[in-house]
């Protein structure tokens, strides 16, 4: 029953939460799929307001992607996004783990390790569907709120991996764009030579949506 009210209406599901003390905890558990990325009515703002201070891993993962690129409130932002990487919050993850290879340094080795727990497909071995519904879940998350903060791409480094992958785009054009929707099948590339690219992608996409 709790399940059914949450996934149809938040409205109810508060009302059946003040009916019953045992359901007090319950935002940790039930699904936020209809709710609005970024919420505007007051229903919507107390609901997400709870799931988050009982660690909803969804919850967590969208303050800190309205802090970091909205609120401009980055390392407010990069914590809630690590605590929903902690709890395997898949699209925390891949967000978490660019922003940390953005910023460099042994920060981008760290990165490096957030993104590998992720479990991916080896580049080479075709498209990843993880991939993409990170991309589209990005993007889609981007137009709902106003993007205040944007990224500098990670210069590369030398890994002598002899990698076949396409040079990495150091400003947004049409072709950029395209790429971020296109296949994720980059040829032969090392995970540092795939994640330095995707970074760079994803730097591309703040761009577009940044409010001047």
Same mark, same amino acid.
């Given at each position: 029953?709790?399940?059914? $009210? $949450? !996934?149809? !209406?938040? =409205?109810?599901?508060? *009302?059946?939460?003040?009916?019953?003390?045992? &359901?007090?905890?319950?935002? #940790?558990?039930? *699904?936020?799929?209809?709710?609005?990325?970024?919420?505007?009515?007051? /229903?919507?703002?107390?609901?997400?307001?709870?799931?988050? $201070?009982?660690? #909803? =891993?969804?919850? @967590?993962?969208?303050?800190?992607?309205?802090?970091? &690129? +909205?609120?401009?409130? *980055?390392? !407010?932002? @990069?914590?809630y996004l690590?605590?929903?990487?902690?709890?395997?919050?898949?699209?925390?993850?891949?967000?978490?783990?660019?922003? @940390?290879?953005? @910023?460099?340094?042994?920060? %981008?080795?760290?990165?490096?390790?957030?993104?590998?727990?992720?479990?991916?497909?080896?580049?080479?071995?075709? %498209? +990843?569907?993880?991939?993409? +519904? /990170?991309? %589209?879940?990005?993007?889609? &998350?981007?137009?709902?709120?106003?993007?205040?903060? $944007?990224?500098?791409?990670?210069?590369?480094?030398?890994c002598n991996?002899?990698?076949?992958?396409?040079?990495?785009?150091?400003? +947004?054009? !049409?072709?950029?764009?395209?790429?971020?929707?296109?296949?994720?099948?980059?040829?032969?590339?090392?995970?540092?030579?795939?994640?330095?690219?995707?970074? #760079?992608? &994803?730097? %591309?996409?703040?761009?577009?949506?940044?409010?001047?």
């Open positions: 029953m709790l399940k059914h $009210a $949450a !996934s149809n !209406s938040i =409205a109810d599901f508060i *009302s059946v939460k003040l009916c019953c003390k045992a &359901f007090e905890r319950a935002s #940790n558990y039930v *699904s936020m799929e209809k709710v609005g990325l970024v919420p505007w009515r007051k /229903c919507e703002k107390g609901f997400q307001k709870r799931c988050k $201070a009982a660690n #909803n =891993a969804e919850a @967590l993962y969208r303050k800190g992607m309205i802090n970091c &690129f +909205s609120r401009r409130k *980055s390392e !407010s932002g @990069l914590r690590k605590k929903a990487t902690e709890k395997g919050h898949v699209e925390a993850v891949y967000t978490y783990g660019i922003i @940390l290879i953005c @910023l460099g340094g042994e920060l %981008s080795k760290q990165g490096l390790r957030v993104l590998s727990s992720l479990h991916l497909p080896k580049p080479n071995e075709g %498209s +990843s569907r993880m991939i993409a +519904s /990170c991309r %589209s879940k990005t993007e889609k &998350f981007l137009r709902c709120m106003w993007v205040h903060v $944007a990224l500098t791409g990670p210069k590369g480094i030398c991996c002899d990698c076949d992958i396409e040079e990495k785009p150091n400003h +947004s054009t !049409s072709t950029e764009c395209q790429t971020w929707d296109a296949s994720n099948d980059v040829g032969h590339c090392c995970d540092y030579c795939f994640w330095d690219r995707e970074a #760079n992608l &994803f730097c %591309s996409l703040l761009r577009k949506y940044l409010v001047n």
